[in-house]
Each structure stands twice: as C-alpha cells, then as structure tokens.
C-alpha cells in the first residue's frame, strides 16, 4: 500500500501562490486518483481537487476553481497542486489522498489512503 508524504505548505500573503506536492511511495501509485482535501480549524475536512490516473479529467470544488491546479507525474510518484490568488479563507491544512473511481470524487470515503497534511497559512 503506497504511503503519501505531503510538502511544500507555508506562510504567504492574499493574492500569492504556493505549489504542494504530495509524493507517493509504492509501486501502485499510477493505478491511483489522487484528490487534495482541507481543512481549517473547527471546520470538516472539504474536498479541494482529484486528477484521474492518467492526468486528465480533473475536478475542483467551486470554491477554488480558476485558481488552483492539480497535475500529476507519475514517472515521479508525484501529485501537486499548484494554488493561485490565494485567498485567507484559503487558510487550513491540506491532505492528499489516494483512491479508486469514484462517481463523487468529493467523498472523504472514497480514499483510503492519506497523508499526514501540510498547513497552508494565507494572511490578509
């Protein structure tokens, strides 16, 4: 079962960028869609983006759409997401997860597989 470390989280202002990465361990992770998740303090963790196995196809809640992009390398066993006019209600921990198709790509059930999370901070 493939493990995933998450990376690249920081501190930035509104209106700047950060890209994530999320690296896989295991020989399984082309076989995976990969979907970011958040979550911010006092709040449920909220589906952020999923990329299919190939890379194509990807789906991004509403709230981030036009301004985050989610790639995938698989040569690399790499996911990142590449966050753009960062918002402060952009403010949470971000998770990547792996899983099977899913109709709902937004379920929290729907990947078993997680990572530990990596804090993004966006002041105003």
């Known amino acids: 079962q493939a493990q995933l470390v998450e990376s690249g989280g920081g501190l930035v202002q509104a209106g700047g960028s950060l890209r994530l990465s999320c690296a896989a361990s295991?020989?399984?992770?082309?076989?995976?869609?990969m979907g970011w998740f958040r979550q911010a303090p006092g709040k449920e963790r909220e589906f952020v983006a999923r990329?299919?196995?190939?890379?194509?196809?990807?789906v991004y809640a509403d709230s981030v759409k036009g301004r985050f992009t989610i790639s995938r390398d698989n040569a690399k066993n790499t996911v990142y997401l590449q966050m753009n006019s960062l918002k402060p209600e952009d403010t949470a921990v971000y998770y990547c997860?792996?899983?099977?198709?899913?109709?709902?790509?937004?379920?929290?059930?729907?990947?078993?597989?997680w990572g530990q999370g990596t804090q993004v901070t966006v002041s105003s």
């Open positions: 997860a792996a899983g099977g198709w899913s109709p709902t790509p937004s379920r929290v059930a729907g990947y078993n597989i």
């Open positions: 295991g020989r399984t992770f082309s076989s995976y869609f």
């Open positions: 990329i299919s196995v190939s890379g194509s196809s990807p």
